[in-house]
């Protein structure tokens, strides 16, 4: 009885472990279209750029995703200290990594350490050239002025904004 059972039982190991050599390891497996799935999720991810002397930048985000050419951020933070020790904040709800620009999307908020605040909804900032630009409508508050306009594009290392159709209103005390 017992020779029997071993029998059967070797018999079921080498059909399985015929199968099992016969087979791509990943066949088996269902694969979903490019860009269906991340490849690599990440959460709470703290990322630092350190200089030689000091930290330049943090990006703080709740979510990332990486996807073949691209990178996806939820609830995005970036601290950049600038040439004349300036410390930016860029926050956003939603932000794309692609070909070295980072695109933000919903409730952008730019603040810099010398009361300068800018509100807009979308911005693009290039990690090579350092700008920042946008093609929708924004808000920018420094102390007492208040400028909106349609678009505006911020040269981060120089300090230098421009921006199109710009209605400016500066509130003076008597």
Do not use: C, W
């Amino acid at each position: 009885m017992a020779v029997k059972f071993l029998r059967y039982f070797l018999i079921l190991f080498l059909v399985i472990m015929v199968f099992l050599l016969t087979k791509n390891p990943y066949a088996l497996h269902y694969k979903p279209k490019k860009g269906e799935q991340p490849s690599i999720e990440l959460f709470d991810v703290k990322d630092y750029e350190i200089l030689s002397t000091e930290i330049n930048s943090i990006v703080f985000s709740k979510k990332i995703e990486k996807y073949e050419g691209y990178d996806k951020f939820y609830q995005i933070n970036v601290l950049y200290k600038d040439k004349l020790n300036l410390i930016s904040t860029l926050l956003s709800d939603k932000a794309v990594l692609r070909d070295s620009v980072l695109y933000f999307n919903d409730n952008v908020k730019y603040t810099r350490s010398d009361d300068l605040v800018l509100n807009t909804q979308s911005v693009q900032y290039n990690l090579k050239t350092k700008v920042l630009s946008s093609d929708t409508p924004f808000e920018l508050i420094k102390k007492d002025m208040m400028t909106t306009g349609d678009s505006f594009v911020y040269q981060m290392q120089e300090g230098i904004i421009e921006a199109n159709h710009v209605k400016s209103t500066i509130r003076m005390d008597k």
